[in-house]
């Protein structure tokens, strides 16, 4: 990566927002994910007919997770996220469009071209994105789909790796650190991690020192809500494995690929009835997998070249 690169302008970690075991720092304001918003323009160029008369059927929106139907059939999961940073007299007072009793029905592509001023807004675009992405992904015929694996089983990693994880994946730091040479895990608060697992810590404001010497790069999908995935994926030099993992990452994948992700693991609804129930009961991923949810990887079937490469 070009050293001339100037860090310092990536309010990445900082700013950081991630699911249970990770530390929680919200934005202030309500901000558009661009490959959120970017993804949806080019689903609708290539693949109109998918989205021509589709609108949400069903929702739950649960706890850590959220779950939305639509009218196709197809499901798709997102992690929750409500900016508890807001003023209060904002949170839970919005009366306008995808406020409650005012969601179902309204049309898929509604969600995307209009702004609101709603929390739930962002949830609901990754979820309906993840819901359409399988049939796409089949349509495409560009993408190999993995199912059963975990994504860390598919990276190229050995006793020279470097790795930094984006967050405290307590599972993956257990799996990691007794092979690679080197484990970086980036987190705001260094109680997140367990006490056995604190030499791996790395305060998130130093994110620059660390992943531009990492081969592999493991980040959350739960940055694609809080808008700071793509920002992260800047920092990374050119030729680094990258894994994005997470249920919230599973977008039809073209523009993540094109931005240097080399690997997806995310997740399928198998039992749609199982998942709706689940998440209304405060299920996570943990208590999904193997029974509403089925773990999938995805990746190119031919190499993709990159925004970076075209750049040079």
Same mark, same amino acid.
């Given at each position: 990566?070009?050293?001339?690169?100037?860090?310092?302008?990536?309010?990445?970690?900082?700013?950081?927002?991630? $699911?249970? %075991?990770?530390?929680?720092?919200?934005?202030?304001?309500?901000?558009?994910? +661009?490959?959120?918003?970017?993804?949806?323009?080019?689903?609708?160029?290539? !693949?109109?007919?998918?989205?021509?008369?589709? !609108?949400?059927?069903?929702?739950?929106?649960?706890?850590?997770?959220?779950?939305?139907?639509? &009218?196709?059939? &197809?499901?798709?999961?997102?992690?929750?996220?409500?900016?508890?940073?807001?003023?209060?007299?904002?949170?839970?007072?919005?009366?306008? $469009? !995808?406020?409650?009793?005012?969601?179902?029905?309204?049309?898929?592509?509604?969600?995307?071209?209009?702004?609101?001023?709603?929390?739930?807004?962002?949830?609901?675009?990754?979820?309906?994105?993840?819901?359409?992405?399988?049939?796409?992904?089949?349509? &495409?015929? +560009?993408?190999? %789909?993995?199912?059963?694996?975990?994504?860390?089983?598919?990276?190229?990693?050995?006793?020279?790796?470097?790795?930094?994880?984006?967050?405290?994946?307590?599972?993956?730091?257990?799996?990691?650190?007794?092979?690679?040479?080197?484990?970086?895990?980036?987190?705001?608060?260094?109680?997140?991690?367990?006490?056995?697992?604190?030499?791996?810590?790395?305060?998130?404001?130093?994110?620059?020192?660390?992943?531009?010497?990492?081969?592999?790069?493991?980040?959350?999908?739960?940055?694609?809500?809080?808008?700071?995935?793509?920002?992260?994926?800047?920092?990374?030099?050119?030729?680094?494995?990258?894994?994005?993992?997470?249920?919230?990452?599973?977008?039809?994948?073209?523009?993540?690929?094109?931005?240097?992700?080399?690997?997806?693991?995310?997740?399928?609804?198998?039992?749609?009835?199982?998942?709706?129930?689940?998440?209304?009961?405060?299920?996570?991923?943990?208590?999904?997998? %193997?029974?509403?949810?089925?773990?999938?990887?995805?990746?190119?079937?031919?190499?993709?070249?990159?925004?970076?490469?075209?750049?040079?």
């Amino acid at each position: 990566m070009d050293s001339s690169v100037n860090f310092s302008k990536f309010e990445v970690l900082k700013n950081l927002i991630v $699911p249970a %075991e990770f530390t929680l720092i919200a934005k202030q304001g309500i901000s558009k994910s +661009m490959i959120i918003a970017d993804t949806y323009n080019l689903i609708k160029s290539k !693949y109109p007919d998918f989205v021509e008369n589709l !609108y949400i059927s069903d929702v739950r929106i649960g706890v850590h997770l959220t779950s939305i139907r639509l &009218s196709d059939g &197809s499901c798709g999961i997102s992690s929750t996220y409500i900016d508890r940073q807001r003023s209060k007299f904002q949170i839970g007072r919005y009366h306008g $469009p !995808y406020s409650p009793g005012k969601i179902l029905g309204r049309s898929f592509q509604d969600l995307f071209e209009h702004e609101y001023d709603s929390e739930i807004v962002p949830i609901l675009r990754t979820a309906a994105l993840n819901a359409l992405s399988p049939a796409l992904v089949a349509a &495409s015929g +560009m993408y190999k %789909e993995i199912q059963n694996r975990d994504p860390i089983d598919l990276a190229e990693i050995n006793k020279n790796t470097t790795i930094t994880l984006v967050g405290a994946f307590t599972n993956y730091i257990k799996t990691l650190e007794g092979i690679a040479k080197q484990l970086y895990v980036l987190e705001m608060n260094e109680n997140t991690l367990k006490e056995d697992q604190k030499q791996h810590f790395v305060p998130a404001d130093e994110f620059a020192r660390v992943i531009p010497k990492s081969d592999v790069i493991i980040i959350t999908g739960f940055t694609l809500l809080n808008n700071t995935l793509e920002q992260l994926l800047e920092a990374i030099p050119e030729g680094r494995q990258v894994v994005l993992v997470g249920p919230s990452g599973n977008i039809y994948p073209e523009l993540l690929f094109q931005k240097g992700i080399t690997i997806i693991g995310g997740t399928r609804v198998i039992d749609p009835d199982l998942v709706f129930d689940l998440v209304g009961q405060a299920s996570s991923g943990f208590h999904l997998f %193997e029974r509403g949810l089925r773990k999938i990887c995805l990746t190119r079937i031919r190499p993709c070249i990159t925004k970076k490469q075209q750049e040079l």
